[in-house]
């Protein structure tokens, strides 16, 4: 008896146990009974059911990662000058909290998955082909921005919302390959010439400075020296002027000194004269007194 009690409280602690589930805090889920959803989206927290009759089917709302490989060739991206691109990528959704029971009732988690990697890859395609294949590399940030925009408008009807696109790699085709190579070639043999002529334009430009400052130099000497010979003749005048006026000085203080002597000279011949006047006798010979001149 007691060893039918201890299986009896054995299956009872089971069937318990099993009728018992928890719903985490990153999880919503629905309540079926004999196959028929009960009520609204379930919370987080315990919940009791009877086994085989019931149940709580949850579903995570963390994001899910979709891989997607768009290899080069006939499904490739067709870009806006005909040229075929291949991507690799990652895309992350997750499912809309308040919409579980449209995800339990009306899809399935492999459905969905498929049904985004598909509008995903559309999404791709739509966007890559507004751009010309050189656009791709310098504009991987917006179009990134651009397919989830189209991949949220795409997906507007299903119970997922887009959190990430990660776009890995671009490829393309071998022939694009050469042609990209052919195309630096070209590119730098033209940033070559193209830097050969600033140099050459450089050079000209400085040469012409050169000159000009040149030019600008000799017009300054030219001009100096024509100031300095100026200055060198208004010297020469100012000496030849202060010359003239010493000598006119030195002439008239001549002028003034032999008539000063003059006059000196009048005075001691006035000083000496005894009040008798000399014949001059029209010029003829002296006449003498009686007696001869050796006296009488």
Known sequence: MDKVFKIVMGVMIVALIGSCTVVGAS????????????????QPGM???FPFVSGYPSFSLLPKEV???????????????????????????????DQIVAVYRDFSEDRISSLFETAMRQSVK??????????????QDVIRGKIIAELRDSI???????????VINYDWTDEFDKQIANTMETAQKAKNAEQELIVVTTNAKKGVAQAEADKQQAVIKAEGDLAAAKLQADAK???GEGIKRYNAAI??????????????????????????????????????????????
């Open 27 to 42: 999880d919503r889920a629905v309540k079926v009974t004999l196959g028929k959803i009960e009520g609204g989206v379930v």
């Open 47 to 49: 919940y009791w059911f």
């Open 67 to 97: 891989d997607y490989a768009m290899a080069v060739g006939k499904d490739g991206g067709i870009t806006k000058d005909n040229q075929t691109i291949g991507a690799t990528m990652k895309g992350f959704y997750r499912y809309k909290a």
């Open 126 to 139: 739509a966007v890559i082909g507004q751009y010309t294949i050189f656009e791709i590399a310098a504009n």
């Open 156 to 166: 507007s009807d299903l119970p997922i919302e887009v959190t990430d696109i990660r």
């Open 237 to 239: 005048a100012a000496e």
């Open 251 to 296: 002439a008239q203080n001549l002028e003034i000194q032999l008539k000063l002597r003059a006059l000196d000279i009048e005075s001691a011949r006035v000083d000496k004269w005894d009040g008798h006047y000399v014949s001059t006798n029209n010029y003829g010979p002296i006449p003498f007194q009686t007696g001869s001149i050796q006296g009488k």
